[in-house]
């Protein structure tokens, strides 16, 4: 861990009102020195799937000991876990909902426990906000290496989140919309991996049936206002339209299925 | 105060122009070592009342010697006067034109000056833009120890801004909402003290006269879609549906009415 | 430069993806004790003036040694140019598509390399996203006191963007407006320099051919809800409206004519 150890947050609280950054009070009073990072406060309110795809697009950019908050989190309050998990090279905390799980995916966990010890929490413990009473307050301890087994009893297994795998279908691979980013570009569950069967030149991508683009290598391989899928920047296949807006003007949605087809 | 002073920011900035991030680099080439934290930009144009609200629902969950820097300044440019506040914990530099004064009510103030040494602002000033050539350097100049009484003269007082008081009505109480946050949920005036001397069962909550829901000790106390009052994380009496936006939903606004009676 | 060096980031990445926190686990990593601070991640999408604006407004505020990123690039993934610039105060990195220029106009340029070095990158450089895989990277370099010839071949000339001239009019001067703030105040590219030659009294601003308002000292010389023009804290005169929204009460728009005019 770094002198300055890291800390992120992924939450849906938005940035209008004084959560993110009471959160990051309650850290500063445990640890002073610690390096607060937002990845985002935009996730759509109460999306877990969101939050999920969001850390797991980004936590492995991050230095080796960087402690991830994760709070998606509708059923605070209720009787949900919350809990932290040490992998070979991170911590992750948050609800046991599902939301740290697509990070989780591709790590090694050394370690899941539940966060019951009230010593390292902000007590009282309010009803409706944990990150303040509870995540804050461990992500901190973490933060300054209070060993993971001290904030409560072991966990064999957390919640999973289903990852909607991809299908094969007749000359083809089926995935789905799992993500509209802010410049309208949609991506998909799609993986290099996932193509590699399908052979014999430019891909052909469809939406509703209809052929809407090849894919290509970048998003100048087609002239501007054209649509084209590329493989993005976390890995997986993407469709955009060159210096426009995907999502809007092709009405692509989170759940809608994509089918990618050699050519004829 | 700590090795890394930390300084807080609540604005009504906005995030699309580079004014927050300006005040920042006036900071650090004044403290280097100072850690700063957006508390949020996104106050409403020029609500006074809801700085106000955001600052004293946060300021205290920072380290001690955190300078707590609150900008919502619609008359700019005029007359008000520019202020510092020390209290036993914090500091406060802002606008005197009310933001403060919530924040202030919990705290014990031992000094306060106004901001007329121009030693300590970036010269010239300019007419629409006091954050960063007042507000900004007062407060790098607070984190790195410059006594308050540097600052210019001390006041005896400052502008109030009124706390919306509940009221007794016939069998219960009546607040106001005061803020509406990012998930929907209409945080009231009403505490806990406010409703201890209404008895017997869960208590009831009317809005424009009628009945919305009762008080309850979670979210989660009501299925999915239906309202609920909790005393939330502010230590405020708060409207909100589950899994759902109760501002949407049920029409609330700030300033709206709210009385809580007692069972029949 | 510092010891704790600082990053800026001026991009139109928005803040509800993982985009902007990502660029930072990149530059944590390679050097763990720089200081980021967000600009704005707010730049239309793909509007190129308005981040050469945003970061022309802004970069003198920081201290010297700072690094700073600004990422409009609707180009990524083709044939433009990456490119870092040393000035005698600053160092800037971006595409080469103009977004530096008008910070430029400012500085004494030092020296100024494409990236080519694939040494300082992060591999593979993806087709989408050059700001964690090339500019953040080397950004964290620059940080670090990496001799920015070390980065690639030098360059004789960047790419310029036109810097909108005013230009004289029959007893007065023209120019237009090249940003809307949060607030709704509408910035021009006329300075006090350009006003110089216009004498006698008020001068009185015209936009479509019809009189608005007259250039005052402070918003306040006006009373509430009245359009009046003050020299902004950019160093532009800009239209407002006291306690309003001049933006959408007077339907201004990035790239409307306006004249100054002396009195009759």
Same mark, same amino acid.
């Given at each position: /861990? @770094?002198?300055?150890?890291?800390?992120?947050?992924?939450?849906?609280?938005?940035? +209008?009102?004084?959560?993110? &950054?009471? /959160?990051?009070?309650?850290?500063? !009073?445990?640890?002073?020195?610690?390096?607060?990072?937002?990845?985002?406060?935009?996730?759509?309110?109460?999306?877990?799937?969101?939050?999920?795809?969001?850390?797991?697009?980004?936590?492995?950019?991050?230095?080796?000991?960087?402690?991830?908050?994760?709070?998606?989190?509708? &059923?605070? &309050? +209720?009787?949900?876990?919350?809990?932290?998990?040490?992998?070979?090279?991170?911590?992750?905390?948050?609800?046991?909902?599902?939301?740290?799980?697509?990070?989780?995916?591709?790590?090694?966990?050394?370690?899941?426990?539940?966060?019951?010890?009230?010593?390292?929490?902000?007590?009282?413990?309010?009803?409706?906000?944990?990150?303040?009473?509870?995540?804050?307050?461990? @992500?901190?301890?973490?933060?300054?290496?209070?060993?993971?087994?001290?904030?409560?009893?072991? /966990? !064999?297994?957390?919640?999973?989140?289903?990852?909607?795998?991809?299908?094969?279908?007749?000359?083809?691979?089926?995935?789905?919309?799992?993500?509209?980013?802010?410049?309208?570009?949609?991506?998909?569950?799609?993986?290099?991996?996932?193509?590699?069967?399908?052979?014999?030149?430019?891909?052909?991508?469809?939406?509703? &049936?209809?052929?809407?683009?090849?894919?290509?290598?970048?998003?100048?391989?087609?002239?501007?206002?054209?649509?084209?899928?590329?493989?993005?920047?976390?890995?997986?296949?993407?469709?955009?339209?060159?210096?426009?807006?995907? @999502?809007?003007?092709?009405?692509?949605?989170?759940?809608?299925?994509?089918?990618?087809?050699?050519?004829?």
């Amino acid at each position: /861990m @770094a002198n300055r150890p890291v800390i992120t947050f992924t939450t849906d609280f938005g940035t +209008s009102d004084w959560f993110a &950054g009471t /959160m990051k009070g309650v850290v500063l !009073r445990i640890n002073p020195s610690a390096t607060l990072v937002d990845i985002t406060h935009g996730i759509p309110a109460g999306n877990i799937r969101a939050g999920a795809f969001a850390l797991a697009a980004s936590y492995r950019f991050f230095p080796k000991g960087t402690v991830h908050v994760a709070l998606v989190d509708p &059923g605070v &309050g +209720s009787q949900r876990r919350a809990i932290a998990v040490q992998t070979a090279d991170y911590f992750f905390v948050g609800p046991d909902n599902g939301v740290l799980s697509w990070a989780l995916r591709s790590e090694q966990v050394r370690a899941t426990h539940s966060l019951e010890n009230r010593a390292y929490v902000l007590l009282p413990i309010s009803r409706t906000f944990h990150g303040r009473d509870i995540f804050a307050p461990v @992500a901190a301890h973490l933060s300054r290496r209070t060993p993971i087994r001290n904030l409560g009893p072991p /966990m !064999r297994q957390i919640e999973p989140l289903a990852w909607p795998g991809p299908e094969r279908v007749d000359g083809g691979v089926k995935g789905e919309i799992v993500h509209v980013d802010h410049f309208g570009n949609a991506l998909t569950n799609l993986t290099e991996r996932d193509l590699a069967g399908i052979t014999g030149g430019p891909l052909r991508v469809q939406i509703h &049936g209809k052929a809407v683009c090849v894919i290509a290598g970048s998003y100048d391989s087609v002239s501007r206002g054209n649509p084209v899928a590329v493989l993005g920047s976390s890995g997986f296949l993407e469709v955009a339209i060159r210096d426009g807006n995907a @999502a809007r003007r092709l009405r692509l949605r989170i759940g809608q299925p994509i089918v990618v087809k050699e050519p004829h």
